[in-house]
């Protein structure tokens, strides 16, 4: 009999429909039942690719008598932090303030009013390292809520308003200067692993959003530590087993510090960040790594998480069948010596060296993840194309990951991002047409006739949840990038749309402080708002750099003076935990540096001459640089107006902290122009 989860559009919720266990999604009436049946609440919050998640469902709550035990003494509430990521940043808060750690699955006890007093993480079905069962969990929490209810709820009154002290502001201090900028680089330094790339030890993780940062901070003063740091990070995660060699793409993480083992599942969020990082590291250095894999993951995100409506699905599992009917971490990217002979014959000597695959295996039970080890000696690259070639084909054979097909509308707009400027530099079409049916999609579906944004949809079919700040910054990132690429004024006005409800609904006026959700959203048992980068862009540095782009493109005040105030808590953070707002520094370079505004005029934009102005102009590094292109008179973006050709040539304009270059007809000066 399924539970009340079976109509959601969330395929994790969906995932737990069958559950005996009487789940209720995350709603008022649960809260209503729990104070009408004076139980506490149990909420379990995952994500479908999250490997624990899936354990703790098949050990507990897919095992009859827990879920009488649940069912009986609890109203049981379950949440997809991906489709309310302000739930889940509310309890993750109080669980590692409790806790000093956490993660997913979060198991967190309320009272009826949404108090939380009880957390853990994962819980076994019987004892172990020190861990006590999830059944004596739940026997212990019931019982303190029957016996010792005004302790109960004095714990969760005091959780409560230590939460709601917690509140930041280091709004209006102003945005990080050269000082700020240059501290947060030797703080950086000091966590850089020279050996492996990266930053700190295991697990590691791709710091996209820090590389974003050492790219700018070397375009804008030529530091060559910078720019070393990040062009020896990208090589070690592209040859190493973090990265997929053969269908390309990079796994969430590493758990070790050589990037070898990755945990296999792939994000969208992660694999948008990381082609938009290469494609910027190509274009500072040429490099032909970089190219590949730009190119790679560009088109392994539009050949397995593209979905039937044009949008990006927001994950592959882990875990897989490994043939046997067991579902396996890592079962569909692995390889033993064996399995390379059965596919590869007398190559497969070959391909265990240039892959690194050794007899006693680099993962569990013999097997190895594939990498690209540093070696003596050159390979044949024609045959190891064909070894790839071959090898692809074979696992194309073995049942397939699990896809979260749900469309998360920030995830979306990191996606038209890359693929836009991916696009662009490699004259890729195919991409770019990618990133603007992705981004249709977001207007039709997600954006309601006030410009208001939803959180999520799948199957073309809209999601209940409001869009955080997140969602509005990063597609009018997305937006802001498509505009520049293609030259169509709509996506600059889409933009516009997102970032005013950003001034207005999500701002704190006295102190400038950005908040997670808006002014008008559910009221939480505390109004979530975290400035730091964790595994995408917060949405307080998303929207600062959005604010600040959509600013340079229209001189529109409001939206300048707001990125800047948001900037300040770049200011505060940047210097002491330069590794945890690396996207905030990345836009604090783009502050510093204007950003520039480049016009481009042409007669057509099909012009040969027109368009390799407007290439030169995207190929740039200039930090955060904007783009308008078109013809002249056009009143599609502000940056054309009362531009003329000049000589009855194409042109090009660059302006910067309110003061013009002479314009010019030459791609080579306008290079020198726009090179940092």
């Not at 008598?65 to 309310?84: G, L, M, S, W, Y």
């Not at 714990?155 to 709601?164: Q, W």
């Not at 977001?442 to 954006?447: C, F, T, W």
Request: net charge negative; hydrophobic share 40%; proline share 6%.
């Amino acid at each position: 009999m399924p539970n009340r989860l079976a109509h959601e559009t969330s395929p994790y919720l969906l995932q737990h429909a069958d559950n005996p266990v009487d789940w209720w999604p995350w709603s008022e009436e649960a809260f209503e039942e729990a104070r009408r049946s004076d139980k506490p609440v149990l909420l379990s919050v995952g994500y479908s690719s999250c490997h624990w998640c899936h354990v703790m469902a098949h050990e507990s709550f897919e095992d009859q008598a827990t879920a009488d035990f649940q069912n009986e003494h609890f109203v049981n509430i379950k949440v997809d932090r991906e489709e309310r990521p302000d739930v889940d940043a509310v309890y993750m808060e109080a669980v590692q303030a409790a806790t000093g750690q956490g993660g997913w699955p979060m198991t967190v006890f309320l009272t009826p009013d949404a108090e939380p007093f009880y957390f853990g993480t994962y819980f076994p079905p019987a004892p172990r390292h020190g861990m006590p069962s999830f059944r004596q969990v739940l026997e212990g929490v019931s019982v303190a809520w029957r016996d010792r209810r005004e302790e109960v709820t004095d714990v969760a009154g005091k959780i409560v308003r230590d939460l709601a002290g917690r509140e930041i502001g280091f709004g209006g201090t102003g945005a990080p200067g050269e000082q700020e900028l240059a501290q947060a680089l030797l703080g950086l330094t000091r966590e850089y692993d020279p050996q492996r790339g990266g930053f700190g030890g295991a697990p590691k993780f791709p710091p996209s959003m820090v590389i974003e940062f050492l790219l700018r901070h070397h375009a804008r003063t030529g530091a060559e530590g910078a720019l070393q740091m990040a062009q020896d990070t990208c090589e070690r995660m592209a040859r190493g087993g973090i990265y997929d060699q053969l269908g390309g793409g990079f796994a969430r993480y590493s758990v070790d510090r050589d990037w070898v083992v990755p945990h296999f599942e792939k994000m969208l969020y992660d694999n948008a960040l990381l082609c938009r990082v290469y494609a910027h590291l190509w274009r500072a250095t040429g490099s032909e790594l970089a190219r590949r894999v730009a190119l790679e993951t560009a088109d392994f995100m539009v050949r397995e998480l593209r979905t039937n409506e044009g949008g990006f699905a927001s994950a592959l599992d882990a875990d897989s069948d490994d043939g046997t009917g067991r579902h396996v971490e890592g079962a569909y990217y692995v390889w033993t010596p064996e399995q390379l002979r059965d596919v590869l014959g007398d190559d497969a000597a070959l391909a265990a060296r240039c892959f690194g695959v050794t007899e006693e295996g680099t993962f569990e039970e013999g097997a190895s993840v594939l990498q690209l080890p540093q070696q003596d000696g050159v390979f044949d690259a024609e045959k190891v194309e064909s070894v790839k070639q071959r090898l692809r084909a074979a696992r194309a054979e073995r049942p397939a990951p699990g896809r979260d097909d749900k469309i998360v509308a920030a995830w979306n707009g990191l996606a038209i991002a890359a693929l836009a400027e991916t696009g662009a530099y490699f004259d890729r079409p195919d991409l770019v047409d990618a990133a603007l049916a992705a981004a249709d999609l977001l207007v039709r579906v997600h954006l309601d006739d006030h410009a208001r944004l939803a959180r999520t949809s799948k199957d073309g079919r809209v999601g209940a949840n409001a869009g955080v700040l997140e969602d509005y910054a990063d597609v009018a990132e997305g937006f802001l990038a498509l505009a520049s690429v293609t030259g169509e004024g709509v996506w600059l006005e889409f933009a516009g749309l997102l970032l005013d409800h950003v001034l207005v609904g999500f701002v704190d006026e006295k102190s400038g402080a950005l908040y997670d959700t808006a002014a008008d959203a559910e009221q939480l048992i505390r109004r979530p708002q975290d400035p730091t980068d964790n595994a995408a862009p917060s949405g307080w540095t998303a929207a600062a750099g959005a604010l600040l782009g959509y600013a340079a493109q229209t001189g529109a005040e409001p939206h300048r003076t707001a990125a800047e105030r948001a900037l300040g808590v770049v200011k505060a953070l940047g210097p002491r935990v330069p590794r945890f707002i690396g996207w905030g520094l990345a836009v604090a370079e783009a502050n510093l540096d204007g950003p520039r505004e480049v016009a481009i005029v042409g007669p057509s934009l099909d012009d040969k001459a027109t368009k390799a102005l407007h290439r030169t102009a995207l190929l740039g590094t200039a930090p955060g640089a904007v783009v308008a292109y078109g013809v002249p008179g056009s009143e599609e973006f502000p940056l054309l107006a009362d531009r003329p050709l000049v000589g009855g040539e194409p042109s090009a304009y660059v302006c910067r902290n309110f003061t013009c270059d002479a314009p010019t007809t030459d791609p080579e000066r306008l290079r020198a122009a726009l090179s940092g």
